[in-house]
């Protein structure tokens, strides 16, 4: 199971100054709506139409700072290799657990796994996020040996 992190993180490509100008443009039509806009707000405004189509989770901003700490923290999870693995009740009907492994079982950058409904029954001195109405994300930190996390609502197969 591959985590992708469920907040979407929005990072305008390079938008310059020119893309901003709105006095002297033509009025478009975005999300139903009619008005002057800048490129920049058009984009925006159109991904955001998109993204709240498809999900209800909160979007989050983030400052470069934090978002250049994302991104190295996923460079050292991606150089861990994390792995999971997920076990299944006696009858192969549930998904009852999931444990978080790498390599060496250590990693100096959590290990983040979804949990799609429930939570789990100890977090082992990992830490939990959810914002909104986003899936709870355990953030695993590894050191020594893999975790196993038990559900305390298992997923039924079909």
Known sequence: ???LNSNLILDPFMFH???????DV??????????QRSLLQMWVETLV????????????????????????DRMTRDQCNPTTRLIYSADGTQIIAIEVGADGN????PIPITIPSGTVTSLQGSTTE??????LTVW????????VFSLTSPIALQ
Do not use: E
């Not at 250590?106 to 950058?109: D, G, K, L, R």
């Not at 959810?130 to 899936?135: L, Y």
């Not at 695993?140 to 975790?147: E, P």
């Open 140 to 147: 695993v930190t590894l050191s020594g040996s893999t975790k």
């Open 26 to 35: 033509a009025a478009t039509t975005v999300n139903g709506v009619t008005k």
């Open 106 to 109: 250590t990693c100096s950058a």
């Open 17 to 23: 100054q020119a893309n901003l100008r709105v006095t």
């Open 130 to 135: 959810q914002i909104g109405d986003d899936p």
């Open 1 to 3: 199971m591959n985590h």
């Open 49 to 72: 139409g998109l993204y709240t189509a498809a999900v209800n989770w909160p979007m989050i901003s983030k400052k470069h700072d934090d978002l250049a700490a994302v991104f190295m």
